[in-house]
C-alpha cells in the first residue's frame, strides 16, 4: 500500500545519498517543509504498518534533502537493512559514521563490505574501531584472523588460540577455530578441534556450523568423519546426514572469509534474538550474515522467522523460497513457513502450506507431524490424528522407532475429539517409551482424572510428574486437583494456591481453587477465585462459573 506513495526508487535513492553529503543541494535543502513533512508522515505510517522497503524508501527521501539529520540517517540505516537494501544501508551507516553517529552494528556492517569488496585496508579498520568502541570487542580476534586468511597476510589460528578474559569470545572462538581450520584445508585439525567443543548447542545455527564442518571435512574427501558428526534426532542434522549416505554433495560448508564470518554473525543474531522477540540489531546483524554469504540457508532462515515475527509475512515467505531445496534446511523452512503464516493469522493458508507438503514426493515424519499440529490448532482433533497416525507408521519402520512424543500427540488428539478409548491407549504407551517425562504423566493422570478412572494411579502419576518438575503450575494445578477428587482439601489447597500464584489469569487453575475454597467452607475466597477465572474463561467453561457465581457448587456444574 504505502509503497506506492513513493516515486523514487529505493535502487536510484542509495547511490544519491553520498551525492546529497558532498555537494548539499540548495534546492533540496530548501524542499518545503509541507512536502517534507508528508514525506516523513508516510514513511512513518509505512514503518507502522510493517512496510520496511516503503518506509526505509521514504526517509531515504529525506535523507537526501537533509543529509545532516542524525535521526532520519539512522531511521535509513534500520530501515534499509529490514528490507534488505544493502546499498542503502551502506550509504546511511557511512554518514552516521562522518558524524560519529554510528550504531555499534553498523560497524559490523562496514567491516562486510570490506571484506567481501576485499579491502583489506577498510576491514581492518573497521576492526579496530569495534576494539575502541568496546561493544563488538570480543568477535574482533576471530574477524582479524579471518581477515588475515582472506588477505593471505598474517596469523590466523594464533589470533584465536591466544587466552582470553572474554567469556563472549570464548563462546566462539572454539567453533570458528574449526571452520577456519577446515576452511585452511586441515582436516584433522578441523575435526579434532570442533569435537573437542565442551557443548554444542541444538540452536539453528549451531546446527548450521556443525553441518558447515561436516561439508568441508566431507570436502577435503573425510566423508566417515562427516558422518559421525551428523548423529542425533535433530531433523535437519538428519536431512544432512542422509544426503551424505546417499553421496551427494552436502552444501552449507565455509571455505572462504565471508562464509565463515557469515556463520558468526548467525550465529551472534540467533543469540541476541533468543533473549527476547527479535530486536532491530538482531534483524540488522542476521541481514548483515546473509549480506556476506546470500546462499546462506541459515540467515536466510533466521531473517525469514525475524521478519515473520514482526508481522510481514509478505517480506518473509520468498526468503524461504530461496532455501536450497536440494539442502538439508528444507524441512526447517517448511516449518517456518507455517509458523510465519499462524502468526500473521492465517491458519488456513498454513494448514495448506503443511497438506502440501504431505502430498510431496519425500514427505516425511516432520510433515505429517507438522500437519496434524495444524489441524489440532484448527480444532480439527480427528483429523490430527490421522495426521499423527501416519507420521507413527512412518516413525516404526524407522531405525529409532516412534518415540513418546509423536504419542503424545496423538493421545492428545484422540483426547480433545472425546475419544478416550483410543486417547488412553496412546497416552500409555506415550508414558511406557519416556517414563521420566513429567509432560507426559501429567497429561495421563489428568486425563484419568476427568474421566474419574483410576483415580490412585492418576495421582500416583502426578506426584511422580511433580517429583519430575517441581516449579512446573500446570503440574501443580493437577496434583492439587487430585488431592481434591480424592477427598484430601488441605493438600488441595496448598498445591492449587501455589499453582494460582505462579498463574494467576489462568482460568483453569483459578476454577479449581475456587472449588476447593467452597468445599473447605471459604465462600468469599471462592467467589474471588471464580470471578478471576472467569476474565479469561470462554464458552461452556464461562457458563459454568457463572452458575457458580450465582448459586455456589452443586454437583452439575463442578469442574471436571
Request: aromatic share 6%; charged share 25%.
Amino acid at each position: 500500500m504505502f509503497a506506492r506513495l513513493f516515486a523514487t526508487s529505493k535502487y536510484v535513492v542509495a547511490p544519491a545519498l553520498i551525492a546529497a553529503v558532498a555537494l548539499s543541494s540548495p534546492a533540496a535543502a530548501n524542499r518545503p517543509d509541507a512536502e517534507a513533512m508528508a514525506h516523513y508522515v508516510r514513511a512513518r505510517l509505512a514503518d507502522n504498518a510493517g512496510e520496511p522497503i516503503a518506509a526505509a524508501s521514504g526517509y531515504a527521501a529525506l535523507l537526501v534533502a537533509d543529509p545532516g539529520d542524525l535521526t532520519m540517517a539512522l531511521r535509513t540505516y534500520r530501515g534499509a537493512l529490514a528490507a534488505g537494501d544493502s546499498a542503502l544501508a551502506l550509504d546511511a551507516a557511512r554518514i552516521l559514521d562522518a558524524r560519529g553517529a554510528l550504531p555499534p552494528d553498523g560497524r559490523l556492517l562496514l567491516f562486510a563490505d570490506a571484506l567481501s569488496a576485499g579491502d583489506w585496508t577498510a576491514a581492518r579498520s573497521a576492526i579496530a574501531a569495534m576494539e575502541k568502541e568496546e561493544i563488538f570487542a570480543f568477535l574482533t580476534p576471530m574477524l582479524r584472523a579471518w581477515t588475515n586468511f582472506a588477505a593471505r597476510d598474517g596469523a590466523t589460528i594464533d589470533l584465536l588460540r591466544t587466552r582470553t578474559t572474554s567469556a563472549l569470545t570464548s563462546a566462539y572462538k572454539g567453533e570458528q577455530e574449526a571452520l577456519l581450520l577446515l576452511a585452511q584445508r586441515k582436516g584433522d585439525e578441523g575435526a579434532t578441534s570442533y569435537k573437542a567443543l565442551t557443548t554444542i548447542g541444538a540452536g539453528a545455527t549451531e546446527v548450521a556450523v556443525r553441518i558447515a564442518v561436516a561439508s568441508r571435512l566431507s570436502a577435503l574427501g573425510e566423508r566417515r568423519a562427516a558422518l559421525d558428526l551428523l548423529g542425533g534426532n535433530d531433523a535437519t542434522i538428519e536431512a544432512a546426514h542422509a544426503l551424505l549416505a546417499k553421496r551427494k554433495k552436502l552444501p552449507g560448508g565455509a571455505a572462504t572469509a565471508s562464509k565463515g564470518v557469515s556463520l558468526l554473525f548467525a550465529r551472534l543474531a540467533e543469540d541476541i534474538g533468543r533473549q527476547d522477540r527479535p530486536t532491530p540489531i538482531a534483524l540488522s546483524i542476521a541481514r548483515i550474515a546473509l549480506q556476506l554469504d546470500p546462499t546462506s540457508d541459515v540467515a536466510l532462515l533466521l531473517v525469514a522467522e525475524m521478519i515473520g515475527a514482526k508481522g510481514n509475512p509478505d517480506i518473509a515467505l520468498p526468503l524461504l523460497d530461496r532455501i536450497n531445496p536440494k539442502g538439508p534446511w528444507t524441512g526447517a523452512a517448511r516449518d517456518a513457513r507455517v509458523r510465519i503464516l499462524v502468526d500473521a493469522g492465517e491458519p488456513q493458508r498454513a494448514l495448506e502450506t503443511a497438506t502440501a507438503a504431505t502430498l510431496a514426493r519425500g514427505a516425511t515424519i516432520g510433515d505429517f507431524t507438522r500437519l496434524g499440529e495444524r489441524y489440532a490448532e484448527l480444532k480439527r482433533h480427528t483429523e490430527a490424528a490421522a495426521a499423527y497416525d501416519r507420521a507413527l507408521a512412518m516413525a516404526e519402520k524407522s531405525e529409532d522407532g516412534a518415540g513418546w512424543a509423536l504419542w503424545l500427540l496423538k493421545g492428545s488428539a484422540h483426547y480433545e475429539a472425546g475419544d478416550w478409548p483410543q486417547a488412553k491407549a496412546a497416552l500409555t504407551r506415550a508414558a511406557e517409551l519416556g517414563p521420566d517425562q513429567a509432560v507426559v504423566l501429567n497429561y495421563l493422570g489428568y486425563a484419568k482424572l476427568e474421566y474419574r478412572e483410576d483415580l490412585e494411579e492418576a495421582e500416583r502419576l502426578i506426584q511422580r510428574a511433580s517429583q519430575l518438575a517441581p516449579q512446573d503450575p500446570a503440574i501443580a494445578d493437577s496434583l492439587g486437583w487430585a488431592y481434591f477428587i480424592r477427598g484430601n482439601v488441605p493438600k488441595a489447597l496448598e498445591a492449587l494456591e501455589r499453582a494460582a500464584a505462579a498463574v494467576p489469569d489462568e482460568p483453569t487453575i483459578s476454577e479449581h481453587l475456587g472449588d476447593a475454597y467452597w468445599t473447605a467452607g471459604r465462600r468469599i475466597d471462592a467467589r474471588y477465585a471464580w470471578t478471576a477465572a472467569l476474565v479469561n474463561a470462554d464458552g461452556h467453561v464461562a457458563e459454568r462459573i457463572r452458575a457458580k457465581l450465582d448459586i455456589g457448587l452443586k454437583p452439575e456444574n463442578a469442574a471436571p
